[in-house]
DNA sequence: ATAATAGTGTCTCTGAGACATTATGAC
DNA sequence: GTCATAATGTCTCAGAGACACTATTAT
């Protein structure tokens, strides 16, 4: 039980941020500083050490890391992921990382030379440094899975969306067709959105229902317990 | 980038064990040592560090420490929760832990003087060191939300086991009666159990059929996708 | 036979999905 | 009017739950 006889673990974040760009996930990749002792220059996902000097916790560390990563002015999603660890994971020692899955709407996407967006079909064909595969796989199960039982794909829209959209999301994220019919029952149900009265989005076609999520945190389908 | 310019963040490992005693889900408490800096002698979550120089990595440090705590010879189910942390959850400075739910069958269950096991309804009166208390309220979470949608509370067997039986863990973790013929039919269904040919537990009654667990892990009910 | 638990069958209700139909805008 | 998409309605089917019924042992 103590702590000064053992080499302490190297401990960092990382955080597979999503976003969809052209009807598929999409998922940041930064450049790896050159200063960095490994992997410098290579893409990777956005990490960084905790910095117990400014940080109160692990959240507050992912989100100073995105920050100096790229800009945003609207609330990001973010959630804990899980540990990654191990004698073998970074080549600088035994290590833990904390990884983060985070969701940013597509309209507030930003981009500058030091990061990149990459759909997640191409990700898989990059050799990522660490084991940074396999966390987005990881992350990816875990978005896919908790949108087939939540409302979790809302926080890929900024503020105001129609229902057709929001069911795109959802058959983008899924990989699926749904149907339209059942679809609005299960979201309407919820109670979880906001009819902005008189509110239409305008397109060639006849115009449709503008909604706001009311704020509630991702409450889930019925088809789960409690 | 650079690891050296802030002071390393304290980095262990708690374990939620769960078992059942008395028709209750129980927890598993330590003693902690009269070494330890902090709350020395009190009881809390069994814990530690990660020992650098001899786990592979943090499932491993969680089983070593188990295996410091109490004995134990059939295999455990052992499943990460969630890293908590923050500057202010360790007296000692900024830590993280990184939390595990382990379930162990209520027939492996051994203790000793230096840990207890403590029912989940009495655990919530305790106060327990570092967010001990937070940490178990997750774990239960995670473990009655699995239950309601897995298998997973076979591992509070250790190889045989009626459908009555099962049922009634069910009935321990969820907390709630549940129908024996839908109960059933989605067990069987699931096709992971193995009928016992010509084995039965007698009692004074009609003896029961003696089921086991086919070699599959953790799978799902239908009502979660895939 | 009775008690007690194991195990099965039947009915109903609800919710999801398939699919058809109606509505409303631009042109 | 046509076209495209929005929005709603109808039908069927499957699964869960309520509950009744049958089966098999000990005593």
């Known amino acids: 039980m103590d702590n000064n006889q053992f080499k302490s673990p190297i401990l960092t ?27 410098s220059g290579d893409f990777s996902l956005p ?31 973010l959630e804990q992921l899980e540990a990654f660890s191990g004698v073998n994971r970074d080549p600088r020692g035994w290590s833990v990382s904390i990884a983060f899955c985070a969701i940013i709407p597509f309209s507030e996407v ?19 440094p660490f084991d940074h595969n396999e966390i987005i796989e990881k992350a990816v199960l875990r978005i896919r899975n908790k949108s087939s039982y939540s409302i979790l794909p809302i926080y890929f829209f900024k503020d105001k969306f129609t229902l057709s959209e929001l069911q795109k999301v959802y058959e983008v994220i899924l990989q699926q067709k749904l149907d339209k019919s059942s679809f ?18 305008l397109g060639s076609q006849r115009p449709a229902q503008l909604y706001t999520i009311n704020n509630v945190k991702t409450p889930w389908f019925k088809s789960n317990l409690n």
């Open 47 to 77: 990490g960084g050490f905790v910095h117990t000097n400014e940080d109160v916790n692990l959240v507050n560390s992912a989100i100073r890391v995105l920050k100096e990563k790229i800009d945003f002015r609207h609330s990001i999603y």
């Open 184 to 201: 609005r029952k299960r979201i309407e149900d919820l109670g979880v959105l906001t009819l902005l009265e008189g509110e239409y989005k």
């Open 110 to 128: 930003s981009t500058n030379e030091n990061v990149k967006w990459v759909s997640i079909s191409e990700v898989s064909g990059l050799n990522l």
């Open 13 to 39: 974040v990382d955080i597979v941020l999503f976003t969809i760009i052209d009807k598929e996930l999409n998922i940041l990749l930064s450049k790896r500083d050159s200063g960095s002792k490994v992997f």
